[in-house]
């Protein structure tokens, strides 16, 4: 058995360079930059209104049209993708990006995020304009049913490999590895044993899944916020700690972004390409622009308008990257932890707790939350692409299969689970990317005719 399972995690290895590899990565990154340009740049430069969208949308149905569409507010829609995205990849992630790659992995991360804003822009435009109601009376949408509804029926088989790769990946990152790194977590931090938080997170998923995305949404609208703000505070202060090396610390992200690195300390050096590959592989794993992920979310959005929904969407790659992956990355660098030796979370936590005190437990905090709250969103990103598969009769037994895998999670050994997980997330954003493609041109129409209506008012209003 385990020679077999030996060759399984080889073969996958092999895969899983390929599918997270240069290709792909530029595929990314391509896309993005071709959206950006057909978009005019229009994300970056509507940062302002999308924050204004953001904050009208947080209450239910407030100066809206009673026909409105949908089953969340915006915000809560905003917040239950980022509930998936802010997780373990922004605290432990950001460390091993730079561990890799030396500081100027940061300075790729945000470019990436800069693109990937006009890729998660079209994609919830795309969810909103082309997503259905089911036989519950609920909104779904995403990358197979913009596929389906938006593609000729030649291309319905990249739907289903979407939906297929969805619902397989979700069970590996979105739950069994959160629970794995919520129990490592608290046992190493506070010596909680493995299966006691398992049997607790067990619970709490199976209460919170059974009130559906009403409820993940309401659970995700004040634990996100709340957790992000503590997180960014804790950040803040160790910025604060080592205010006088900021200036130095931002002019060496940007000098080692363009030049290779020399080893120091336990620092084994980085050449260029190295910190250009580590930032965007972890950019995109963070901020999931381009998997396609978050769509599924924001076509649950209460809008009859995919543009206004698009604008809220994309700040969910501007804040997970660009404010909390910064603050982690910061930090660590301005500090000097980053040439200590240490990796992963294990390093951001050294590098908090070398601020404040009780740094390390504010990492662990913080990390326990976001991996919870991370699967409660895939919860219902694969909920949706089972039901894409077998219909609403399957989503009773994803949500008891859901749950018990929790406790499994927190207890197994998952080499083998997250290493087939994360190629199979990869594997997520091909269908989805072609389809972003081919439907561009309707993006581009959506957008320009929302803006041309919104000059024309603005230009009755001062006549007025």
Not at 176 to 200: K, M, R, Y
Not at 368 to 397: H, M, P, Q
Request: some cysteine; aromatic content about 10%; proline content about 3%.
């Amino acid at each position: 058995m385990e020679p077999l399972l030996e060759k399984l995690v080889s073969w996958t290895g092999v895969v899983n360079g390929i599918v997270w590899g240069t290709p792909m990565l530029v595929l990314i990154l391509g896309v993005g930059l071709f959206l950006s340009a057909g978009l005019r740049f229009m994300p970056i430069l509507k940062l302002g209104k999308s924050f204004k969208l953001l904050w009208t949308g947080r209450l239910s149905d407030k100066g809206q049209n009673m026909k409105v569409e949908g089953e969340i507010t915006p915000f809560n829609a905003l917040m239950t993708a980022l509930s998936a995205t802010i997780g373990t990849s922004n605290i432990a992630g950001v460390a091993v990006a730079i561990v890799i790659g030396g500081p100027g992995a940061l300075f790729w991360m945000w470019c990436t995020a800069l693109v990937g804003m006009a890729t998660k822009f079209a994609e919830a435009v795309l969810a909103v304009k082309y997503r259905e109601v089911d036989d519950y009376g609920n909104h779904v949408g995403g990358p197979m049913y913009y596929i389906k509804n938006g593609l000729s029926h030649k291309w319905a088989w990249l739907s289903t490999a979407f939906a297929l790769f969805g619902c397989v990946t979700g069970f590996g990152i979105g739950n069994t590895v959160q629970a794995h790194s919520v129990a490592d977590i608290l046992s190493t931090n506070f010596s909680v044993p493995p299966w006691e938080t398992g049997v607790v997170m067990m619970v709490l998923v199976g209460l919170v899944l059974m009130g559906g995305i009403k409820r993940i949404s309401d659970v995700a609208g004040k634990l996100v916020p709340m957790m992000a703000i503590f997180y960014i505070t804790a950040g803040l202060i160790v910025l604060v700690v080592y205010a006088a090396r900021v200036p130095a610390a931002l002019a060496l992200v940007i000098d080692s972004a363009f030049n290779p690195v020399a080893a120091q300390g336990g620092f084994a050096g980085a050449a260029v390409w190295m910190a250009i590959q580590s930032g965007v592989a972890r950019g995109v794993f963070s901020n999931e622009a381009g998997l396609g992920s978050a769509a599924i979310a924001h076509a649950a959005a209460k809008t009859n308008n995919p543009v206004e929904q698009g604008l809220v969407a994309m700040l969910g790659t501007f804040i997970d990257t660009i404010i909390v992956c910064s603050i982690t990355g910061l930090s660590i660098v301005v500090s000097g932890s980053w040439t200590s030796g240490e990796n992963g979370a294990t390093l951001t936590s050294y590098t908090f707790s070398n601020a404040m005190p009780m740094g390390n437990y504010i990492v662990a905090m913080a990390l326990t939350i976001f991996a919870f709250t991370s699967i409660l969103g895939w919860s219902f990103y694969s909920e949706k692409c089972v039901e894409y598969l077998f219909g609403v009769k399957a989503i009773k037994l994803f949500r008891l299969l859901w749950t018990l895998a929790v406790p499994l999670g927190a207890v197994a050994s998952l080499k083998f689970i997250w290493l087939l997980a994360d190629t199979l997330n990869a594997m997520m954003a091909i269908p989805n990317l072609i389809a972003l493609i081919l439907l561009s041109p309707v993006v581009f129409e959506l957008t320009r005719k929302y803006f041309k209506k919104q000059k024309e008012q603005a230009a009755l209003e001062n006549l007025g």
